[in-house]
Antibody, heavy 119, light 112 residues
Framework: EVQLLESGGGLVQPGGSLRLSCAASGFTLNTYAMSWVRQAPGKGLEWVSGIGGISDDTYYADSVKGRFTISRDNSKNTLYVQMNSLRVEDTAVYYC????????????WGQGALVTVSS | QSALTQPASVSGSPGQSITISCTGSSSDVGAYNYVSWYQQHPGKAPKLMIYEVSHRPSGVSNRFSGSKSGNTASLTISGLQAEDEGDYYCSSYTGSSRLIYVFGTGTKVSVL
């Protein structure tokens, strides 16, 4: 059974850093493209960052480019996003999502990790 | 690149059909047949309901169907049921490395 489990969320001050983890089970992480998608409180979904499947190409939305870094540890089957220079507007639930091998859509999502940026 | 435009809310009575529109541009919805739809219940993760405009994943009711015309995609829910209440988001691949996927603004579906 495919499962994605995020961890690492919490309260951080503006300008601070946080690293989210997404532990994958039921499949081999490095054979799938993965993304982070966030949802601010009461708002819609926003794609934030992605990493290729076989390749390690990384992609970022303009809103986080230069501040966020996506990566994965194949030995731990875990996806990460390192978030630096956090802003109040980065407050959101962050979901990791698996892109289907068959097409450009997300077939599995984690339960989400809440990141709150506040002083 | 802006979020895809969806109506804020759509409602219907049990058994009725409703349609949610998703309007993008010639750079996203109109350019690719990579429109997907996600259902989200409060406090839960999104769930894939439709992919590649009109395909249903295994396990999703055939009451859900999708289509596209030009820059606008649509999700139709027929035989509306109480369990269909929730938020629905469309999404499109954009081909841009700066915003690979764009999501819709979201539609709250209410069953009267």
């Amino acid at each position: 059974e495919v499962q994605l489990l995020e961890s690492g969320g919490g309260l951080v001050q503006p300008g601070g850093s946080l690293r989210l983890s997404c532990a994958a089970s039921g499949f081999t992480l490095n054979t799938y493209a993965m993304s982070w998608v966030r949802q601010a409180p009461g708002k819609g979904l926003e794609w934030v960052s992605g990493i290729g499947g076989i390749s390690d190409d990384t992609y970022y939305a303009d809103s986080v480019k230069g501040r966020f870094t996506i990566s994965r540890d194949n030995s731990k089957n875990t996806l990460y996003v390192q978030m630096n220079s956090l802003r109040v507007e980065d407050t959101a639930v962050y979901y990791c999502a698996r892109r289907s091998v068959a097409g450009r859509y997300f077939d599995y999502w984690g339960q989400g990790a809440l990141v709150t940026v506040s002083s | 690149q802006s979020a895809l435009t969806q109506p804020a809310s759509v409602s219907g009575s049990p058994g009725q059909s409703i349609t949610i529109s998703c309007t993008g541009s010639s750079s996203d919805v109109g350019a690719y047949n990579y429109v997907s739809w996600y259902q989200q219940h409060p406090g839960k993760a999104p769930k894939l309901m439709i992919y590649e405009v009109s395909h249903r994943p295994s396990g999703v009711s055939n009451r859900f169907s999708g289509s596209k015309s030009g820059n606008t995609a649509s999700l139709t829910i027929s035989g509306l049921q109480a369990e269909d209440e929730g938020d629905y988001y469309c999404s499109s691949y954009t081909g841009s490395s700066r915003l690979i996927y764009v999501f819709g603004t979201g539609t709250k579906v209410s069953v009267l």
